[in-house]
C-alpha cells in the first residue's frame, strides 16, 4: 500500500468496533473480590464493619443482599498500620492452618498403611461358590428397590470366567468391609480421602497377593474405581 492510499471508512470502523471497551473502574467490591485482595470475615468485620452498599442478589432474590465496600474505603484501609497488623497475624493462623493439616493428613494416612489387611484364604471351590451367592444375593436385594430390575440368579457352571473373577473380588472386598469403620472414624477430618484410596489400594493389593489369578481383575476394578466408575 503507497502512502496516499487511504483505508476505507466502514474498514476503520469495523476495526474500532472490534477493539475492546475499556471496563469502568470498579467503585465498590464484593466479600469475593475483598477476599481475592487477602481480607479475611473476621479483618472485614473489624476494620470496615458495616458496607457502604446492599444489592439484591441478581440470581436468587431471596438470598440475603450482596454487601459491597467502597473501593477508595478499602484502599485507604489497607494503607494503614491495623490492616497491616490483621494481616500478618491472619497469614500466621493460616501457615499454622495449613501445617496442622498437614500433619493430620499425614498421621491419617500411617494409620491406614499400618493397618494389617488378612484376605481369606478359600478353596477354589468354596471361593467361587460364596462370590455367587453373594452374587445373587445382592441381586435380588437390588430387584426390591431399583425399578424394572429383575433378578437372575445364576450358578458357578453358567457364568462367565470374567463375571465369576468379579465376583470373587467383590465377595472378598465385602469380607473386608470392616476396614470402612476405619474410615467412618475419619470422618470429616483432614486426609480422609486419601486414607480411602491408600485404603482400597492395599486392599486390592492384599487381594492380588493372596489369588494371583484376580490380579487382572483387581487392577481392572481400582482402574475404574480411580476414574470415578463404577466396578460393578
Known amino acids: 500500500m503507497t502512502t496516499h492510499e487511504k483505508i476505507p471508512e466502514n474498514q476503520n470502523q469495523n476495526q474500532s468496533q472490534e477493539q475492546p471497551q475499556p471496563q469502568p473502574p470498579r467503585s465498590h467490591l464484593s466479600a469475593a473480590g475483598l ?16 458496607p457502604d452498599l446492599l444489592r439484591v442478589n441478581p440470581h436468587f432474590h431471596s438470598a440475603p443482599q450482596t454487601r459491597l465496600y467502597s473501593v477508595e474505603r478499602v484502599e485507604a484501609t489497607e494503607r494503614s498500620e491495623e490492616f497491616r497488623a490483621a494481616s500478618a ?8 492452618a495449613r501445617a496442622a493439616a498437614l500433619r493430620m493428613r499425614r498421621e491419617v494416612l500411617a494409620r491406614i498403611a499400618a493397618e494389617p489387611i488378612d484376605v481369606p484364604l478359600l478353596a477354589p471351590d468354596r471361593l467361587a461358590a460364596l462370590a455367587v451367592e453373594h452374587r445373587n444375593r445382592l441381586d435380588g436385594e437390588r430387584a426390591l428397590w431399583r425399578w424394572r430390575h429383575v433378578a437372575t440368579p445364576t450358578t458357578v457352571d453358567s457364568a462367565e470366567p470374567c463375571a465369576l473373577d468379579r465376583w470373587k473380588v467383590d465377595y472378598l472386598r465385602h469380607r473386608l468391609t470392616r476396614y470402612d469403620e476405619i474410615l467412618d472414624e475419619l470422618y470429616g477430618r483432614t486426609g480422609r480421602a486419601a486414607a480411602e484410596e491408600l485404603l482400597q489400594r492395599r486392599v486390592y ?5 493372596a489369588y494371583p489369578h484376580l490380579a487382572q481383575e483387581c487392577e481392572r476394578q481400582l482402574r475404574e474405581r480411580e476414574c470415578g466408575q463404577s466396578p460393578e
Open 35 to 50: 477476599r481475592a485482595r487477602g481480607w479475611t470475615p473476621g479483618m472485614v468485620r473489624q476494620l470496615l464493619g458495616e
Open 89 to 96: 497475624v491472619a497469614a500466621r493462623r493460616s501457615a499454622a
Open 205 to 209: 493389593a492384599a487381594i492380588s497377593k
